[in-house]
């Protein structure tokens, strides 16, 4: 079965600081893999997908994510934090051969000013 | 374009009413998904349709518990009686695999927020 674990639920950086947030998923396929960026009383939207064509992915406002299938990661970053990244992230995978999406319980990112 | 639209935003009622919650989702999508958001619990898959026709409602937790999609444009979620523990933010999204630039990635509405009393 398909899992994933999202390392920290809450994540604090400063502004211009790295931003790292820890996703470790479990298939027994290659997955799809992707973050979702949620803000308050919002739904979630995609900000990058992994989908075998590249193993660095980048996303939307400056995000990016490397898949290491050897570590089962996919790690979200971003070189410079910005107030406007505070939110939360979810880490989600899809099977392949499936199209259920399980979610990871989710990190909140503060950015300290 | 218009993106996944769920009504109400907000819904308060009474334990033991019954709650009807409503999406439309994108022109074209083929699949949709009904998600429950609890602190407590993240973010569950209820139960997802393709094509109008529900696929996998393991997640559906208890009876009381049901979706409809009467045609591609339309879905709902009742709740009948609802109970205080169903609080919560139900969002639907929906999604689609037809064409290669579409890798199953979902498109979220805004949520139904429900505070049940």
């Known amino acids: 079965a398909q899992s994933v674990t999202q390392l920290g639920s809450h994540v604090s950086v400063s502004e211009g600081a790295l931003v790292l947030l820890r996703c470790n998923y479990s298939?027994?396929?290659?997955?799809?893999l992707f973050w979702y960026v949620q803000y308050p009383n919002q739904g979630l939207q995609l900000l990058l997908k992994y989908t075998s064509a590249a193993t660095l992915v980048k996303g939307i406002n400056g995000f990016e994510a490397e898949f290491k299938k050897s570590e089962t990661s996919f790690h979200l970053t971003k070189p410079s934090a910005h107030m406007s990244d505070a939110a939360e992230y979810f880490c989600a995978v899809r099977n392949t051969g499936g199209f259920k999406t399980i979610f990871g319980a989710g990190t909140r990112l503060f950015v300290k000013a | 374009d218009a993106g996944v639209i769920q009504s109400p935003r907000h819904e308060v009622t009474e334990m033991g009413q019954e709650v009807t919650l409503r999406c439309k989702p994108i022109s074209g999508h083929d699949y949709l998904f009904w998600y429950r958001q609890t602190m407590m619990r993240g973010l569950e898959l209820l139960i997802y349709f393709n094509n109008n026709v529900p696929i996998d409602d393991s997640g559906m937790p208890e009876d009381r518990f049901s979706a409809k999609m009467p045609n591609a444009s339309f879905s709902t979620l009742k709740i009948q009686p609802s109970e205080p523990r169903d609080s919560a933010v139900y969002f639907c999204?929906?999604?689609?695999?037809?064409?290669?630039?579409?890798?199953?990635?979902?498109?979220f509405g805004e949520g139904s927020r429900l505070t049940v009393l």
């Open positions: 298939s027994s396929v290659p997955p799809y």
């Open positions: 999204a929906s999604s689609s695999l037809q064409g290669p630039q579409y890798t199953g990635e979902l498109f």
